[in-house]
């Protein structure tokens, strides 16, 4: 079975139980934690994403800069520090301002089988040298064989890593293992899965995931996420 990694999604999807973000003070903290730990891979900064503090009003946070000023702290420490990027409030100068700031990614999110409209997107993060990954929000409403083809379609287009996103947390095990293994046949870039806990399954689901081939986990501290939460990173760490 191939080693899995960790996503922590503490200070992105976390910021949800904030308001829309966390303050400076926790966010310099926990990023300072998660790097020292050596966490692979870290989203942070508004629970919207990039953008979403002017295009979405979501003002219950720090300014994009002002977390990316904090991020800039723990670059080069062995950890990937990236931002989620909702694919309907797209402003490609967020783009530059992530790659100006020494981003690695930028995880771009859109409801399954709206894969059509992030091309563009992962083509432009692409073309400034940092990695373009892909959350397919609710991906239960399409059959694993339908998910998996929007999958082949955005690895094409140069996508590096591609997250399936249980976001009512209503998935259960054997359904997980069954998107999961058959995305994995799909495409060579690692699959990930995202599991909310709304039915208390998002540990069984992680589980199952990572017994189906996932390469990487998402998680958060203490579980903390929109609505239910998500898995706890140290539960998943256990």
Do not use: W
Not at 24 to 33: K, R
Not at 115 to 140: C, P, V
Request: proline share 2%; glycine share 12%.
């Amino acid at each position: 079975m191939s080693k899995v990694k960790l996503m922590d999604c503490t200070l992105r999807d976390g910021g949800n139980v904030m308001g829309k973000g966390f303050d400076a003070e926790i966010t310099d903290m926990v990023l300072d934690g998660l790097t020292a730990c050596g966490v692979p891979i870290i989203e942070f900064g508004n629970a919207g994403g990039i953008g979403a503090y002017e295009v979405a009003g979501f003002t219950q946070a720090l300014t994009d800069q002002e977390y990316l000023d904090i991020g800039k702290k723990y670059l080069g420490r062995g950890s990937e520090l990236g931002m989620f990027l909702n694919a309907r409030r797209y402003r490609e100068k967020n783009v530059d301002i992530a790659k100006e700031n020494g981003l690695s990614f930028l995880r771009i999110g859109a409801d399954a089988g709206d894969g059509d409209i992030a091309l563009t997107q992962i083509a432009d993060i692409k073309k400034r040298g940092m990695k373009a990954y892909y959350s397919l929000m609710k991906a239960y409403i399409l059959s694993p064989q339908e998910l998996a083809e929007e999958a082949k379609k955005l690895e094409a287009a140069g996508l590096d890593e591609v997250t399936i996103m249980d976001s009512a947390g209503t998935m259960l095990p054997e359904q997980t293992a069954v998107y999961v293994e058959t995305l994995k046949k799909a495409v060579s870039i690692p699959v990930a899965f995202h599991g909310h806990n709304n039915l208390g399954m998002s540990a069984a689901n992680a589980l199952a995931a990572y017994e189906s081939g996932a390469d990487i986990l998402d998680c958060g501290l203490m579980g903390m996420a929109r609505s239910a939460g998500n898995l706890a990173t140290e539960m998943c760490v256990a």
